[in-house]
């Protein structure tokens, strides 16, 4: 029942529960703890009164689904789960406040390696605003679980929201297309995976700023960010009955991305419109505020590139794109499921 | 890909991610929907502007570890990780105001078993004031995975917290003990299970009501929930180097327990002691004020026995148990992982 001397050296289930929460209760402080009343420690945690409306965002990740433990280490699991969720509130315009993180761990699983995790979720988090508060730590008997949930606050009347842009309005995306997927794709086969690409996957950097300065401004008809790839999250941004044309000549990527992508078998094009993950953000502007809304995106860093229009024809349209590609995309996107 | 025809007779793999979303999407509201600006279907959840501090808490429940299906229906697991991440709230003496759900499944997990859980913890949140406004879903090649955030609000001044009794403050708990426990350790074993103590384990209610009313009335010390038995959550009451005491035969059971426990070859003060999940609360209060907690909980509908007192002892001391018992206790649930 007695911790070893050096807990962390141990493993999960030699540490016990208990030993564990001590552990990380012992970690250092993310950076935030300004907006906190309670934290780690009580039955629940306690928020320094939010001044506008609260925002919310959970998600999980399973090993063998979502991350694989082959090739990511723990802290870039605790990175991407982070991550994942801080997008989320990018996409609605909001501002983290704190973070919960629940993990389901075997018995086997170091120490070690859990508080790497968990320090790097509430050092992403805690950058970003949003200090860890609170969690819960369950054992299993299979993969491991990591489940973030962030709150954010954000003005009503200044939110992003999905399905709210109207035919000719113009569709940007920030920054480049494809690399998450292409990191995934190389680290899977075991090939060289350049660190761009391998960063890409394993430690995307949410769009917070962004996302703050466009729901600030009020130029942007609809967000979303994407996560599951360009041609399906771009669906999100019109109205009930209208679609998206892409213009596949104008999809943003990194310099090197299509040789290094051919160079392994695999479709750029492809990658860039439905790899996912690249946790970028898509908007749509009303024609008049394209300039406006890209001199933001200069502003903090994030460049957006104009990649095609909402238009009154439902799913996505791909033009400009290698002979046969449009259908195929297509038949892929766009089925009963994909449109919303 | 495409859904069959009735998409709630089919897996959750045959029905696909986007199909199960939008089956969940279908499901009649749950009832209290008045604090949600923005609910399921955007890249956040929005509330309406909470007046008090945001209070957060998240629990996450494994298969084969927190609850079997062997023995407990998709619609019990649901209303269980609702009722505990609520008991949480009840325990600050917050009040809920909305829930998060994540699941991981996998392909053979049946839709209409799933939409259970889902309705039953959209039911049960909503009941107490906390509709489910969004969630995840993932994959997964192990057990079920259920994780559950509740974020409710509180004035910072009116919280009820741990670690704040003092010597000579009496500690008082909630309703009965060792239901839950009894209600496991029968089902466990396929014995006949008295729907009392199998609702007592798998439909666990929160003591909200009386918690805020206790946080209102700014007469009890320090509280918190009973998820892991009294003799280990009555030490989160005292302050640093005090401890509690107990008096065994003062333990409150419901009529027909002991026997009952005792008919299985279980220990009936051993299962109130330290069995765990019965989610009810446990408080401190000085004597003076015992009288009135008491008819706080009188007037809430959940009696509130005096069990004990804070003392200047660390860790739990139990005192008028049958000859052996206090020693065997102490040594099981005073080590030194379990003082605070």
Redesign the interface.
């Known amino acids: 029942?007695?911790?070893s001397r050096n807990p962390i050296a141990g493993s999960v289930g030699a540490l016990?529960e208990?030993?564990l929460l001590?552990a990380i209760a012992k970690l250092p402080r993310s950076r935030s703890v300004r907006g906190v009343?309670?934290g780690i420690?009580?039955?629940?945690?306690?928020?320094?009164?939010?001044k506008?409306?609260?925002?919310?965002?959970?998600?999980?990740?399973?090993e063998?689904?979502?991350f694989d433990l082959a090739w990511a280490t723990w802290a870039e699991i605790g990175h991407k789960a982070a991550a994942a969720n801080l997008s989320?509130?990018a996409?609605?315009g909001?501002t983290p406040r704190?973070t919960?993180?629940?993990?389901?761990l075997r018995p086997h699983d170091r120490v070690r390696n859990v508080l790497q995790l968990v320090r790097t979720v509430a050092e992403v988090a805690g950058t970003y605003g949003a200090p860890l508060?609170?969690?819960?730590?369950?054992?299993?008997?299979?993969?491991v679980?990591v489940?973030v949930?962030v709150?954010?606050e954000?003005h009503?009347a200044r939110?992003?929201?999905?399905h709210r842009a109207a035919p000719g309005d113009r569709v940007l995306v920030s920054g480049t297309l494809g690399g998450a997927a292409l990191g995934l794709a190389l680290m899977r086969r075991g090939a060289k995976t350049p660190g761009r690409y391998r960063r890409r996957q394993l430690r995307p950097e949410p769009r917070l700023k962004l996302g703050a300065a466009l729901a600030y401004s009020g130029k942007v008809t609809a967000?979303?960010?994407i996560s599951d790839g360009l041609a399906k999250d771009a669906l999100?941004l019109p109205r009930e009955g209208c679609g998206v044309e892409l213009d596949m000549t104008r999809l943003p990527v990194s310099p090197g991305f299509a040789a290094l992508a051919r160079e392994h078998g695999l479709d750029p094009l492809r990658l860039a419109l439905a790899g996912g993950e690249d946790f970028e953000l898509v908007v749509a502007a009303p024609l008049r505020h394209v300039r406006a809304v890209q001199n933001i995106g200069a502003r903090t860093g994030v460049p957006l590139t104009e990649v095609g229009q909402v238009t009154d024809r439902p799913g996505i349209t791909c033009v400009g794109g290698p002979a046969g590609f449009a259908a195929a995309g297509f038949e892929h996107f766009n089925?009963?499921?994909?449109t919303v």
């Open positions: 029942m007695r911790a016990g208990v030993g001590d009343e309670i420690g009580d039955d629940a945690a306690v928020l320094k009164k939010l506008q409306n609260a925002v919310l965002s959970t998600d999980m990740l399973v063998g689904v979502d989320d509130l996409a609605m909001a704190a919960l993180l629940c993990l389901a508060v609170g969690g819960d730590l369950s054992g299993t008997g299979g993969p679980v489940s949930t709150v954010g954000a009503k939110l992003l929201r999905r967000a979303a960010d999100h089925g009963p499921k994909a």
